[in-house]
């Protein structure tokens, strides 16, 4: 009876266990094969060792994407965690017509992050931008956008941000599911405003908070496709294939992250032994940082007491 309830249930699992196995287990693990051979898709693999990641550490090119994808990381997901925040508070404050500026919020997450792209870099193009021309009538000269190596990041920093729609959808859900008797509890004890989103509103989202970190850290991580339309579309060159590489990083490599030096390096010099590498370093990162991140959780809610 207990074997055929077992199969029964593995009968269930077979479904994700295989799809798990095919697209998820042998990727990774030929990941790591390749990792240690050095091979173009046109020769054999040869092994090769430890000179693949022995050779991440002389990469100069590699060392200023981990710093732009690190600053991603840093700046990115607190903004982004906290203006999603803000503006479901703000849309909980809304007593009339708030279905209709939900929908209006949620709409740019809806684009496709390349046409979003393309759209934002032609609002913030220097001198017929509208975004300059409009702080031009205000007598403010406005900066040079995703053509300065200063302004660029920040560029594609105020581009995530315009679409924070679906972490919004999450955090607004969150925000309508804490029950107001706490908030009636907290104003009979006499907490103002601040007090309430200190002791009340924050303590119940901190799960929505977290999952917010974990995936907006892995989501940076893989930042590919906004930096390098923007780079392709600001640097004025119109190519296609494994050219468009050879625009990645304008200006000046500040936009250049880690998936993009993985791409070049895989894709347009060949050196599929050292990307495969470079992808097993990020997997190791990325698995890590969400290991901390949840046994941090756990420690600041006292679970682990």
């Not at 994407?65 to 999603?84: D, E, G």
């Not at 609002?123 to 702080?135: I, M």
């Not at 972490?167 to 009636?184: K, Q, R, T």
């Not at 392709?232 to 060159?237: D, E, F, K, P």
Request: overall charge positive.
């Amino acid at each position: 009876m207990r074997l055929r309830r077992n199969l029964t249930t593995l009968s269930f699992l077979a479904p994700a266990l295989i799809g798990i196995a095919v697209f998820f287990v042998y990727p990774l693990l030929s990941a790591v094969y390749f990792s240690f051979t050095k091979f173009d898709l046109l020769t054999v693999p040869q092994w090769v060792g430890l000179a693949n990641y022995r050779r991440m550490a002389d990469d100069p090119y590699l060392l200023q994407s981990i710093r732009n994808t690190l600053w991603m990381v840093v700046v990115f997901v607190p903004v982004r965690i906290i203006s999603a925040i803000g503006l479901s508070m703000l849309l909980t404050q809304i007593k009339r017509g708030a279905g209709f500026f939900r929908t209006i919020f949620y709409l740019p997450a809806l684009a496709p992050p390349v046409a979003a792209t393309i759209a934002f870099v032609y609002l913030l193009k220097p001198g017929t931008g509208p975004v300059n021309t409009f702080l031009g009538h205000l007598g403010i000269e406005g900066p040079l956008w995703f053509n300065s190596p200063e302004w660029s990041k920040p560029s594609l920093v105020l581009l995530g941000l315009w679409g924070i729609g679906d972490i919004m959808i999450i955090f607004l859900a969150a925000v309508l599911g804490v029950s107001p008797s706490l908030y009636e509890a907290a104003s009979l004890d006499g907490a103002n405003a601040w007090h309430r989103f200190r002791y009340v509103t924050l303590p119940s989202i901190r799960p929505v908070i977290l999952f917010a970190t974990v995936t907006g850290v892995i989501y940076t991580l893989q930042y590919f496709d906004q930096a390098a339309v923007a780079g392709s579309i600001a640097s004025g060159q119109a190519v296609t294939g494994a050219g468009i590489s050879s625009s990645f990083g304008f200006p000046e490599g500040s936009t250049f992250t880690y998936p993009l030096w993985l791409y070049t390096v895989g894709f347009r010099y060949n050196a599929l032994g050292y990307a495969n590498a470079m992808a097993v370093a990020l997997f190791v990162v990325a698995l890590a940082v969400t290991v901390i991140l949840l046994r941090r959780s756990k420690a600041f809610s006292g679970e682990d007491q």
